[in-house]
């Protein structure tokens, strides 16, 4: 798209969503982890446009808008499968349509994953999904050449890890 300027600025902008993922798995509430997470996934679609990674860019809006989806469904206390269901599907035909070789099925996995977190309502839940779809996520990233998507991945691999052995302490009694 603008070549060697559009690939730099889109790096430069997947270090942002890498701060703002990492941020959202240190939040105690759903609530803070889909907001978190709708801002990520946004900066990550417009930094796959960049790289020219149209699986993931498209995979990145909708993860954004099933973000949203899910904020409303948790606000009003719903848990009907409509919406899990919905947007499963909807990541399995986008990927398909917007195909750009076998590595398109990492992410499609990881994202098909992330859907399925995305509908908890328990953040530990959540976050011991995101060690299934990250590692997804990070093998499509290593093949689209994407550094900030690689170093996004595990960052926030790390913070999910770290959250979650800080919340089994703090449910143990042995926070310090």
Same mark, same amino acid.
């Given at each position: 798209m603008l070549g060697d300027t559009g690939i730099m600025i889109g790096q430069l902008l997947s270090l942002v969503a890498v701060a703002t993922g990492f941020i959202s798995f240190q939040m105690k509430t759903p609530k803070g982890i889909l907001l978190f997470q709708i801002i990520t996934a946004l900066i990550f679609s417009?930094?796959?446009?960049?790289?020219?990674?149209? $699986?993931?860019?498209?995979?990145?809006?909708?993860?954004?808008?099933?973000?949203?989806?899910?904020?409303?469904?948790?606000?009003r206390g719903g848990k009907g499968l409509f919406v899990p269901i919905f947007f499963t599907l909807l990541v399995f035909i986008t990927s398909l349509l917007t195909w750009d070789g076998i590595y398109s099925l990492f992410i499609m996995a990881g994202l098909l994953v992330n859907s399925v977190a995305l509908s908890l309502s328990d953040p530990q839940q959540i976050r011991k999904l995101t060690l299934i779809k990250s590692p997804l996520c990070l093998i499509y990233n290593l093949c689209v050449w994407s550094a900030g998507g690689t170093?996004?991945?595990?960052?926030?691999? $790390?913070?999910?890890?770290?959250?979650?052995?800080?919340?089994?302490?703090?449910?143990?009694?042995n926070a310090e």
């Open positions: 417009a930094h796959y446009i960049l790289i020219d990674a149209m $699986t993931a860019a498209a995979l990145n809006f909708i993860a954004a808008i099933m973000c949203v989806a899910y904020y409303i469904r948790n606000k170093v996004f991945e595990i960052s926030v691999l $790390t913070s999910a890890i770290i959250a979650l052995v800080k919340n089994r302490k703090e449910r143990n009694g």
